[in-house]
């Protein structure tokens, strides 16, 4: 059979992406620019500077992956896009650089769900396995889905307030550290110890889903009393702290769906998947429980256009395309993105 080789592109947050990959799985390249250090100022990801950087970069990243991958136009069989979840003006700047080179080039359009990549990420370093559980953990998503096949999503739980990345930062920031804080607090807790006993929500005892907010809002009542009455902070211990009730939450509610589903594989990804105290308990639950996990490179974590190309290979098989009338979406539903 034909190599198929799908350009995909990628702006629904701060990073402007494109990558070409060949039948799902080779990464022939794989271009991310990161807006961080321009949002750094702000302790934060400002959407519409976001949205003015992606309309700088999108023809420098998708030249650059082309150069790359030694392609010409001509020889590609598609062009795949981010359509959501993201931020919206982010999004339509990927979307219609996509679609104006697929009309140039009278190539189909193929749009893809942002998680759904997520999770895809895997498969651009080993087959999918069916059934699987993936945790994807990032600074916009916290969610648990199985998948009994390719394109079958069903969510198990999700956050019904703040990402854990979003958590992870907004303490960080608290705590005077740079953004983006997951990396900060990460390091300090290695050093420090589980002295202050966050809380831990689990919410009703059969829901996957999450919550951080009142986690979060525990570590920064905590920090602004301390400080009010002049105690010194231990900055180790308020983030081994911080960062125990988080993994203890991720780690028991996923553990409980691997069990209840009768799963043999985990996927775990996002921007918190680099989060070293999660990959260790992770790891001990594998080898005492028994499941396989998986957490793929870094640079596949993180937001980036391959996983995109990933799935895409999947949807042109299905001869999944859309018009040039697709639009960007903030948030679609992962299970109406199943075929
Ligand atoms: O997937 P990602 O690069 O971007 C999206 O949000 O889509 O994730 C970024 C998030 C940020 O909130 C960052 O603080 C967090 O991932 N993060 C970490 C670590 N590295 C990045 N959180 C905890 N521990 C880390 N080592
Ligand atoms: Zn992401």
Redesign the pocket.
Known sequence: MKDIKILAIETS?DETAASVVQNGNKVLSNVVISQIESHKRFGGVVPEVASRHHVELITIVIEEAMQEANLKPEDLDAVAVTYGPGLIGALLVGLNAAKAYAFAHDLPLIPVHHIAGHIYANQLERKLQFPLVALIV???HTELIKMNEHLDFTVLGETRDDAV??A??KVARVLGLPY????E??RLAKEGEDTYKFPRAYLDKDSYDFSFSGLKSAVINTLHNERQKNNPINEKDVSRSFQESVIDVLTEKTLDAIISEDVKDLIVA???A???GLRGRFETLSEKHGFNLYIPALKYC??NAAMIGAVAYDLYLKKHFADLDLNGQNYIDIEEFSF
């Open positions: 947050c990032s600074g916009g990345g979003e992870y930062d983006p804080g997951g990396p607090i990460d996002g921007g918190v680099a989060n070293s993180t937001d």
